[in-house]
Structures are given as structure tokens and as C-alpha cells.
């Protein structure tokens, strides 16, 4: 099988609706969809990505209305959340009702919710009648896609179509949240900056390190290019490395034989939606380590750090 790909809403939707898979993009990074409620479909997904059944899917809506199809009870501040941030890049993990299969939640008995803010899979999800169960549409454990050709370089010959979405917007995965003991628990930092969910519900728990991965975008060793990275002080890093070093900044080239500099301008939104793009061209080229800085530890920069930690993280 080779993927095509094009901009054809109603062939991905006759292709859904026949149990296949579809790539699909968003805000924040492409997915990779099947019918949510069809777990013969689901399996496929699973399969593409080489993903372990431990780790549960995101369950996509068009709309707040459909959630109610989803989940068995929508707290106040769930629905406040929702009407705030969607569309876009908030993920609200919340009771399950039973026609969810158990292996999109990987047996858990809470799904995780999202509406995109992608016009293309908006129409996508409203021409459809079920939901969509999408990871990001990268093997398992590598970086997330942020465009339709990255999908095709890994996953091209595992799927019929990649819906053509045009490079995402955000660039970094959804902020992820749940409830634990009444009270709302960060488990991923993401496209919606921790402040902004704050200003609408009060304190977030951070999360907490629990010994089996609750939410498996926890392992540590998530988003890894194939090459060592390593995060902290360029110039010590680049001592310490006397080898081709790739560089990832925010603001400036530090002289490295390759650079990624995100954002001259120093905004952490530009340098999100570059991060994975840059991981990539570095993991790619000639560079034999990948240094990255620390980004400022606020807004979108949170998911920055946390998504460079993990690629970091030994495996
Ligand atoms: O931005 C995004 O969220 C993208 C786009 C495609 O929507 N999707 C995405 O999916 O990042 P994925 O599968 O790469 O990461 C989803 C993570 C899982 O690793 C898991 O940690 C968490 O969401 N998750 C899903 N359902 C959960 C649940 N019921 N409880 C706890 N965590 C859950
Ligand atoms: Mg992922």
C-alpha cells in the first residue's frame, strides 16, 4: 500500500466509514484516525503506529454536543473549559460511556476528548457519524508530524490516504487534563498554556509520577529522534561535545556546525509550531548530537521543555 495524498474530505469519510485508516490534521500535530467506535478499526491503528495497547487513544468531536455520545457525565467546569478553548488544542480526559471500546482507553474506564480546531477535519468529523480515536500519526515513540509529507515518510506505505491539512498551526500536542479525587490533574503539558486554564478553573495540579503510566504520553522516552539529545547551556554542551552538533535556540545561532534557531523574534508560539520540524531536519542531516536549550518556562514554553525533555530521556 502507498498513502496518496490530497484534500478530499468525502474520500477520507468513505474511507473511515469502511474501517480504514486516515490520516488526518489538526491544530497541533497530524493524526492518525479510525472510527472510534469500531475497534476492528481501531486495531489498524494501533498496528500502523506499532504502538503498545497500554497506551490509550484521544477520542475527536466536532462539538461539545457530541462529547455526550463519548462520555457518561460533563462536570460544570469541563463544559467551562471546553467552551473556552474549543476548538483547539485541550484534551479533557473524563468518564467513559461503554460503547467506547476498551481498546481505545486501553482499559480505562475514564476517554480522553478533543475538539480540533482544523477546518478540513471539522468537516471531516461532521460529515462522519462517530467519532474519530486518533494518535498523532508517528510511530511510536518517534517525534509527531507537523506536516502531511512527514507523515508519508514514515507511515506511507501503512496507510490508503493522508488528508492534507497544510503544516499545523500549534505544532505541539494538546494540553492534557483529568480529574483525580475531585480535583483537576495536569498529565500533559500542550498547545494550551497552563496560565490560560488556570485563569478559568483555578489552581491545576502538576502531575504526579505514578509508578505505571497513567497517561503514557508520560513515558519519558516519548518524541526521541534517533540521535542523542542533550538540553542545558550551549556553549558547556558544545564543550563537552567536540563532535558536528546540531543546535536547537530560541532566539540565536550559537555557531554550531548545524542551527535551529525557532523564533528570532522570541516568541514561544512560533518556536512551538518549529519545534518537531527541527527535530527532525537535525535528526535527519549530518549533525551527530542534538543540543537544545532550556526554553522559558512559561506559556506554550512548558510544552517546549517537556517535549525536548523526553526526546532527551535515554530509552
Ligand atoms: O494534539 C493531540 O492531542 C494529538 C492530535 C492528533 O489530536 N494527539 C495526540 O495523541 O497527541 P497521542 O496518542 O500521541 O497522545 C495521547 C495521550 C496518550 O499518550 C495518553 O497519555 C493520553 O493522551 N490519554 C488518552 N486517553 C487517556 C485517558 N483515558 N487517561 C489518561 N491519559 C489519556
Ligand atoms: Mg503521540
Redesign the pocket.
Known amino acids: 500500500m502507498t498513502a496518496t495524498i490530497g484534500t478530499d474530505v468525502s474520500h477520507a469519510a468513505r474511507l473511515l466509514e469502511q474501517g480504514q485508516v486516515v490520516a488526518i490534521p ?1 491544530e ?4 492518525l484516525a479510525a472510527d472510534a467506535l469500531n475497534e476492528a478499526a481501531v486495531i489498524k491503528v494501533f498496528e500502523a503506529k506499532q504502538r503498545p495497547a497500554f ?4 477520542v ?1 468531536v466536532h462539538s461539545i454536543g457530541q462529547v455526550h455520545e463519548v462520555v457518561r457525565n460533563v462536570p460544570p467546569e469541563a463544559e467551562a473549559l471546553m467552551r473556552h478553548f474549543w476548538p483547539g ?1 485541550l ?1 479533557l ?1 473524563l468518564p467513559k460511556l461503554p460503547r467506547i471500546p476498551d481498546l481505545v ?1 486501553s482499559g ?1 474506564d ?3 476528548v ?1 475538539m ?1 480546531a482544523h477546518p478540513l477535519t471539522l468537516d471531516l468529523l461532521r460529515m462522519l457519524p462517530f467519532p474519530l480515536a ?4 508517528n510511530p511510536f515513540g518517534y517525534v ?1 508530524p507537523t506536516t502531511a509529507q512527514h507523515v508519508m515518510d514514515q507511515l506511507g506505505t501503512r496507510i490508503p490516504y493522508i488528508l492534507d491539512g497544510g503544516p499545523c498551526t500549534v505544532g505541539v ?2 494540553t ?1 487534563l ?1 480529574m483525580e479525587e475531585g480535583r483537576w490533574v495536569l ?2 503539558p ?2 494550551v498554556p497552563l496560565e490560560a486554564i488556570e485563569g478559568v478553573i483555578g489552581t491545576v495540579r502538576p502531575q504526579v509520577r505514578h509508578v505505571l ?6 513515558l519519558e522516552s516519548h518524541y526521541a529522534p534517533r540521535k542523542p539529545v542533550h538540553i542545558g547551556d550551549i556553549a558547556q554542551l558544545m564543550e563537552a561535545h567536540p563532535v558536528r552538533c546540531g543546535v536547537i535556540s530560541f532566539t540565536h545561532d550559537h555557531g554550531a556546525w548545524r542551527n535551529e534557531v525557532l523564533s528570532p523574534r522570541g516568541d514561544l508560539g512560533e518556536a512551538a509550531r518549529k519545534l518537531f520540524a527541527a527535530l527532525r531536519t537535525l535528526d535527519a542531516g549530518d549533525a551527530e548530537v542534538i543540543l537544545a536549550e532550556v526554553f522559558p518556562g512559561e506559556g506554550l514554553g512548558r510544552a517546549i521543555n517537556d517535549r525536548l525533555a523526553r526526546a532527551a530521556a535515554k530509552r
Open positions: 489538526t497541533t500535530v497530524y493524526g497506551d490509550p487513544l484521544i475527536h488544542p484534551t480526559v482507553t480505562l475514564t476517554v480522553g478533543r480540533p486518533a494518535p498523532s500519526a509527531s500536542e494538546s492534557i483529568g498529565y500533559r500542550g498547545g503510566p497513567v497517561a503514557p504520553g508520560m
